[in-house]
C-alpha cells in the first residue's frame, strides 16, 4: 500500500520537475502486452516512462532493471523491488558462470507472464545524450520466445539533462517523452537485423 | 482580505470580468459563424478560455494579501527560468550551479521582497548570485564554452527571477501618497502590459501591414505596436483612480511599461529565434509557455517600479 503510494507519488512528482510533455502515436491502454524500449541516459528513465503510461498500463507495467545496481544497498533495493516491483536481471556473469542472457531473458519471460508488461532498456547501461548504443540480444530473444508480442519504442528527451550520471538531486527542465507504432519481431527476421530495426525506430523518435 | 473592501478593486475586477464575458461571447460568435474556422480563431478561443484561468489566479493571489503574490510570481519565476534553461546552451558541468538557481537563488530572491528588504533584494541576483554562479560554475573544471554557459544561467536568472520579482515587489512600497495601495499597483502594472500585449495581438492581426522587426518576428507590426501602446496609455491613464498618481502621470507610466513590455516581447522573441522554436512551453493553452506570456512583464516591471518609487519618494 505504501509501496504503491510512494510509487504513484514519485511518478507525480518526476513529471511535475520535468514538465513532460507526452505524445503518442498509439493508444496504449487496451490492456495488451507489451514491452517498451527507449533510449537511457538517466536514473529517472524508467521512472517518467512509466509515469507517462495511461492508468490501464501503469498497473502492469514493470521496469527491467540491472541487479548488479539495484540490488546494492538497502535503499536502492527497497525502491526497485518493493516501490517499484522491477523485474532484477543479471547483466554480466561472474568469471567462471555461465552466461546470464539465457537466465535473464528467462526471468524477464516469468514476469510478463500473461497480462504483464515491461519496460527495458536495450542498450543495457546509461549512455550518453549525442547517440545511443547497440541494442543487446535479450530484446530478440525475448521477442523470439513470445511471437507477436509487441516492441513500443519509446524517445525520452532532456530526461539526462535533469538528472545526469553521478548526479543524485534533479533540477527543473522540460522534457519529452513520445512513444512510436509497435514493432513486432518478423517471421525469419534475423537478430541483428531485428535490433538494429527496434534501435532505428526510437532513435528517429528523436526528431 | 481588506482589498474585498476596496472600491476600486471591486470596480476594476468588475470592469475586467465584463471585459471577459464580451471577449468571451466575440470569440465564440466567431466560432459559430465562420463557416470553416481556422487556427486564428481556435487560437483566439483558446487563449481567451486561458484568460479566465489567469485572472481567477491572479486574484486569488491578489486577495490573499502578499504571501499568495509572492509565492505565484515565484512559481511563475520558476516555471519561466525552466522554460529557459531548457532552452539554453547548458552543460554537464553547469548541473550544480543550476539547482543553486533553481532551489536557492530564486525561493531567496522572493523571501527577500516578502522581508520588504529592498536593500538585499534590489542587488542579490546582480551581486552575489551572479558571482556565486560564474564561481560554481567554473569550479565544475568544464571549460569549452564557459563563457556563453555562465553567461546564459546569468542571463536566464536576471530575466526571470531578478525583473520578475519586482511586479510583487509593488506590494512592498511605502510613502507619503500610499497607503497599502500596492495591491492596486501591482493590479495596475499586470493589466496594462497585459492589455498592451492583447491589443497589440488584435490591431496587429485586424491592420498588420509592415513588419516593424522582420528578422526577430514578423507577427509585430508597426500598427500593432501603435494600437497596443495607444490603447495601454489610454487604458492607464483611464483607471488612473486605482494609483496615488494624477491622470497624466498614470498615463506615462503606462507608456514606460508598454514601451519596455514592447520591447521585452522583442527580445524573447529573438531568443526563440536563436534557439529555432517557436514558444517557450506549453504551459498554458493557446499561449505558449509561462515565458511567452509574462516576456513584457519581466522588462516593464523594473523600470515601473523604479518609477513609482520615485513618484511616491519611497
Request: charged share 15%; glycine share 10%.
Amino acid at each position: 500500500m505504501i509501496d504503491r503510494l510512494l510509487a504513484e507519488t514519485t511518478a507525480r512528482v518526476a513529471r511535475l520537475v520535468a514538465g513532460t510533455h507526452i505524445a503518442s502515436a498509439t493508444a496504449l491502454d487496451d490492456g495488451r502486452q507489451r514491452v517498451y524500449v527507449a533510449n537511457h541516459t538517466s536514473h529517472l528513465d524508467f521512472v517518467l516512462l512509466w509515469a507517462c503510461l495511461p492508468t490501464r498500463a501503469r498497473r502492469v507495467t514493470r521496469p527491467v532493471a540491472a541487479r548488479d545496481y539495484w540490488a546494492r544497498g538497502a535503499v536502492r533495493r527497497y525502491v526497485a523491488e518493493r516501490v517499484f516491483d522491477a523485474v532484477l536481471i543479471d547483466r554480466r556473469p561472474a568469471a567462471g558462470c555461465p552466461p546470464a542472457g539465457p537466465a535473464a531473458v528467462e526471468r524477464m519471460l516469468e514476469a510478463l507472464g500473461d497480462r504483464r508488461s515491461l519496460i527495458l532498456f536495450p542498450e543495457g547501461t546509461r549512455g550518453s545524450a549525442d547517440g545511443m548504443g547497440a541494442f543487446r540480444s535479450g530484446l530478440y530473444h525475448l521477442c523470439a520466445a513470445r511471437p507477436g508480442l509487441e516492441v513500443v519504442p519509446v524517445h525520452l528527451a532532456n530526461l539526462n539533462r535533469i538528472l545526469p550520471r553521478g548526479e543524485f538531486l534533479p533540477v527543473p527542465m522540460l522534457s519529452r517523452v513520445t512513444f512510436g507504432l509497435p514493432i513486432r519481431l518478423g517471421a525469419g527476421e534475423s537478430r541483428d537485423a531485428f535490433l538494429e530495426r527496434a534501435r532505428r525506430a526510437v532513435e528517429e523518435l528523436a526528431s | 482580505m481588506t482589498l474585498l473592501r476596496d472600491p476600486a478593486f471591486l470596480g476594476l475586477s468588475g470592469a475586467i470580468l465584463g471585459f471577459l464575458v464580451l471577449a468571451t461571447a466575440v470569440a465564440r460568435v466567431l466560432r459559430w459563424r465562420v463557416r470553416t474556422p481556422g487556427e486564428t480563431i481556435a487560437n483566439l478561443n483558446a487563449r481567451i478560455d486561458a484568460w479566465w484561468v489567469m485572472c481567477a489566479v491572479f486574484t486569488i493571489a491578489l486577495l490573499t494579501g502578499g504571501a499568495g503574490s509572492y509565492l505565484l510570481f515565484g512559481l511563475m519565476s520558476l516555471l519561466a527560468l525552466r522554460e529557459f534553461v531548457t532552452l539554453a546552451d547548458t552543460g554537464r558541468g553547469d548541473h550544480r550551479a543550476l539547482f543553486w538557481a533553481f532551489f536557492v537563488v530564486t525561493p531567496l530572491q522572493y523571501v527577500l521582497v516578502a522581508l520588504k528588504a529592498y536593500g538585499l533584494f534590489s542587488i542579490m541576483i546582480p551581486v552575489y548570485a551572479f558571482l556565486f554562479i560564474t564561481v560554481r560554475v567554473v569550479l565544475a573544471g568544464q571549460t569549452d564554452r564557459f563563457l556563453a554557459r555562465a553567461a546564459q544561467i546569468n542571463w536566464g536568472l536576471m530575466v526571470c527571477v531578478y525583473c520578475l520579482s519586482y511586479a510583487p515587489a509593488l506590494l512592498t512600497l511605502e510613502g507619503p501618497g500610499l497607503h497599502g495601495q500596492g495591491a492596486r499597483l501591482l493590479l495596475f502594472l499586470v493589466l496594462v502590459t497585459q492589455f498592451s500585449d492583447v491589443f497589440q495581438y488584435v490591431c496587429g492581426k485586424l491592420f498588420g501591414r509592415h513588419p516593424i522587426a522582420p528578422t526577430i518576428s514578423p507577427n509585430k507590426t508597426w500598427e500593432g505596436f501603435a494600437g497596443g501602446v495607444a490603447a495601454a496609455v489610454l487604458f492607464g491613464a483611464g483607471i488612473w483612480w486605482v494609483t496615488p498618481f494624477s491622470p497624466a502621470q498614470a498615463a506615462l507610466l503606462a507608456l514606460a511599461a508598454a514601451l519596455m513590455g514592447f520591447v521585452g516581447g522583442l527580445v524573447l522573441s529573438a531568443v526563440k529565434r536563436d534557439r529555432g522554436v517557436k514558444d517557450f512551453g506549453t504551459t498554458i493553452a493557446g499561449h505558449g509557455g509561462m515565458l511567452d506570456r509574462i516576456d513584457s512583464l519581466t522588462f516593464a516591471a523594473p523600470v515601473f517600479f523604479q518609477l513609482t518609487r520615485y513618484l511616491v519618494g519611497g
